[in-house]
């Protein structure tokens, strides 16, 4: 056997296992999106960490960022996908800020980590430009999501957040970027094996977030 192929396929169980450890690590439950503990950051560091933590400590948002970026690697000039959700995430936050509401947010959030992953394993997925919309859609509610942290700051604070999750997501991204495009060394007429385990970690953590979500509207818990 060749052994560019066994080191190839040790290479991409590898890296399939290296995804699914770093959601584990870095995994907590869906209501502890919120690095100060639930308090509203009150100045320029509180704001910045807040900011950091937020698109980190929740599964769901990071499993999103990673997917994106692997999106970016995968597409000619696909830097366009994480780019379009970052700005939009902004957009989401200001939304919130804004006081105007938007429907269904963990659903949404949830379904488009499941979207992603199921597109990201499927042997075809949609053009650069479809992806771009779509990733500008999902960034709207994940930034929406992101605001709550942040409701009811002041001005330093809330800037602080906003260059936070930005420079995190953008760092988080541009490392799936970099490693997807190890992995397809440069070759993007299909979904490598690797990418495509990838997809399916990305695509579990989806569904479990949805159904979640899901059967909490469905059926909700009573408040006490």
């Known amino acids: 056997m060749n052994l560019s192929k066994i080191f190839a396929s040790v290479q991409s169980k590898a890296l399939a296992i290296a995804f699914a450890f770093s ?10 999106h919120h690095a100060m503990g639930g308090k509203t ?6 704001g910045f960490l807040s900011g950091l933590a937020h698109p980190v400590i929740g599964v769901d948002h990071l499993a999103f ?5 692997l999106f970016a690697a995968l597409k000619p000039q696909g830097i366009f ?5 970052v700005l939009s995430a902004m ?3 200001g939304i919130h800020l804004l006081g105007v509401s938007l429907p269904v947010v963990e659903l949404i959030v949830s379904g488009s980590i499941l979207l992603f992953g199921i597109l990201l394993a499927a042997k075809n997925s949609p053009n ?7 990733s500008a859609v999902a960034g709207l509610f994940h930034g929406y999501a992101y605001g709550e942290a942040i409701f009811g700051a002041q001005t330093t604070a809330l800037v602080a957040y ?12 541009s490392a799936a970027f970099f490693v997807g495009q190890k992995v397809l060394q440069g070759d993007f007429s299909q979904v490598s094996p690797s990418l495509k385990s990838a997809g399916l970690v990305i695509c579990g953590i989806g569904a479990a977030f949805f159904a979640s979500n899901l059967s ?5 818990v009573p408040k006490g």
Do not use: D, K, R, Y
């Open 41 to 46: 950051p009150s100045n320029f560091f509180e």
């Open 23 to 32: 959601f584990l690590v870095f995994a907590s439950p869906a209501s502890a």
């Open 91 to 93: 957009l989401g936050t």
């Open 128 to 134: 650069l430009l479809v992806m771009v919309a779509l």
């Open 216 to 220: 909490s509207l469905i059926l909700p």
């Open 65 to 69: 960022i990673v997917v994106v970026g």
């Open 162 to 173: 906003l260059v936070g999750f930005t420079t995190i997501q953008l760092v988080i991204s």
């Open 81 to 85: 996908i994480p780019l379009s959700f």
